[in-house]
């Protein structure tokens, strides 16, 4: 495990995403990647402090519950855009198991497209569902895109800085 470690640098875990269903199916993933994860995340768990995190866009609605047997804290990003990934359901579900790194704007259309009290309602709205009871890292759902109006992505800061301190207001 101490080899592998020291060769994390070099080793990039596969994404298994798409925005209608993972780009793998739930088994290919359990018999091929899994293993391998909980491995690793045990060690690190066992011999640090430290958290894990999973980055898989898209929609992984199938394999959350398999991302958290393999012993990952985090998941980055929350596409909530993508099939099956309800800001809802996913906090029901799996709050409580596993940290929502993302989710908090949607970097495909409202934060590009949308209106500036459009980007804070929705911020705010992703607020109240992921925040309560901790387990929420305010990001937008991926990469801020190019050409995304400068009053959105400020708006999206004044609405963090209004509703993401904990206690949530």
């Not at 070099?10 to 199916?25: D, E, H, S």
């Amino acid at each position: 495990m101490q080899s592998i470690l020291r060769h994390l640098g070099k080793i990039r875990l596969r994404k298994v995403k798409l925005t209608k269903g993972p780009f793998i199916a739930p088994q290919t993933y359990r018999d091929l990647y899994k293993p391998f994860h909980k491995r690793v995340n045990d060690w690190v768990h066992k011999n640090t402090q430290w958290k894990t995190f999973i980055h898989s866009c898209g929609s992984v609605l199938a394999l959350i519950e398999d991302f958290i047997e393999a012993g990952f804290d985090i998941l980055n990003p929350v596409q909530c855009s993508a099939s099956g990934m309800e800001p809802l359901e996913l906090k029901k579900r799996f709050g409580g198991r596993i940290s929502f790194w993302g989710g908090g704007v949607d970097t495909q259309r409202t934060l590009p497209f949308g209106t500036p009290e459009e980007v804070k309602k929705e911020v705010r709205e992703r607020i109240e569902i992921f925040g309560p009871g901790g387990g929420f890292i305010f990001n937008a759902i991926h990469n801020i895109q190019a050409r995304t109006p400068l009053e959105n992505v400020q708006a999206m800061f004044e609405a963090v800085r209004e509703y993401g301190c904990y206690p949530l207001r």
